[in-house]
């Protein structure tokens, strides 16, 4: 079974400053989905970015972007420019590209503090 | 947000009472999902549904039931709601490539 492991249950960054949330995986799969959800006290979760296991490319959202290691199974984001907003929680996911009934496999969250 | 909403959003109640919470989405989503969140263990499937009348457990399904008999509506049911329960759930539509979320029930059972 695919498991998702974020080793880092709170991380704290100063406004402007850049931090990096760590993720790592385990899957037998070669061909997979990976996801990092942002949830503010607000408690909506809302998708901050998408990897494909095919591309080797990282994937970049403005100022979010991931390091996506394929063969570690490590998939961490970066915040560039850290603002006020992004203080949230952040969940890493992970998601088999078969059917499967598309269920998504979440880590238990990485609370980030922005300070000003 | 994918046109989903959840209700209640918020509900307290006792050991031992059945519980309902309804999530409705409005852009004919053909697979839907109900988890739960708890600190520390992030968010966890309960179960799914891949059609209507068509549903699946999840990895923490016992002591949950659910129902769909029209494509927008997914219901999930406590039948004797217990304090280990206590959580909030959200529940998720799949669309393209990834999951959208309702907006989450907080539910508190005393």
């Known amino acids: 079974a695919q498991t998702v492991t974020q080793s880092q249950p709170e991380m704290s960054v100063q406004e402007a400053e850049t931090v990096t949330l760590s993720c790592t995986y385990d899957?037998?799969?070669?061909?997979?989905?990976l996801f990092w959800y942002k949830q503010p006290p607000s408690r909506q979760m809302i998708l901050v970015i998408r990897?494909?296991?095919?591309?080797?490319q990282n994937a970049t959202e403005n100022r979010f972007s991931v390091n996506f290691q394929k063969a570690a199974k490590s998939f961490s984001l970066k915040i560039s420019d850290s603002q006020l907003g992004d203080a949230a929680m952040y969940f890493c996911?992970?998601?088999?590209?078969?059917?499967?009934?598309?269920?998504?496999?979440f880590g238990a969250g990485t609370r980030l503090f922005v300070k000003a | 947000d994918a046109g989903i909403t959840q209700s209640p959003r918020h509900k307290v109640t006792e050991t031992g009472t059945p519980v309902t919470l309804r999530c409705h989405q409005t852009?004919?989503?053909?697979?839907m999902y109900w988890y739960r969140q708890d600190p520390g263990h992030g968010l966890r499937l309960i179960h799914y549904?891949?059609?209507?009348?068509?549903?699946d457990k999840g990895e923490v399904s016992d002591g949950y039931s659910v129902s769909r008999s029209k494509t927008e509506d997914f219901l999930l049911t406590l039948e004797s709601a217990t304090s280990s329960q206590t959580s909030v759930y959200f529940c998720?539509?799949?669309?393209?490539?990834?999951?959208?979320f309702g907006p989450g029930t907080r539910l508190t059972v005393t």
């Open positions: 899957t037998s799969e070669s061909d997979y989905y």
């Open positions: 990897q494909e296991a095919y591309k080797q």
């Open positions: 549904s891949y059609g209507v009348k068509d549903t």
């Open positions: 852009e004919n989503h053909r697979y």
């Open positions: 996911a992970y998601r088999s590209a078969g059917t499967g009934g598309f269920k998504t496999i």
């Open positions: 998720a539509v799949f669309s393209g490539h990834e999951q959208y």
